[in-house]
């Protein structure tokens, strides 16, 4: 049982230099939303031309299926 302990604890080990710290995990957090929020206006306009396009592509697609 210890052998397979130290095999997992040896194997995980790559995987923490992987992870930023804490410290710039929280600056990344703070860019991310400071992005979140710069762009939220462009997707409130494109989010409805977006399902308009959609729903010309599918509609003739979906009159063939019926």
């Known amino acids: 049982m210890l052998d397979l302990f130290f095999a997992a604890a040896l194997s995980a080990m790559p995987l ?3 992870l ?3 410290r710039s995990l ?4 703070q ?4 992005f979140v929020r710069e762009s939220s206006g462009y997707t409130s ?5 977006l399902s308009f396009g959609f729903r010309r ?4 697609l979906l009159q063939i299926i019926r």
């Open 57 to 60: 592509i599918l509609s003739p």
């Open 16 to 18: 923490t230099l992987y």
């Open 20 to 22: 930023p710290p804490l």
């Open 45 to 49: 306009r494109a989010i409805p031309i």
């Open 26 to 29: 929280n600056l990344f957090v």
């Open 31 to 34: 860019t991310v939303e400071i």
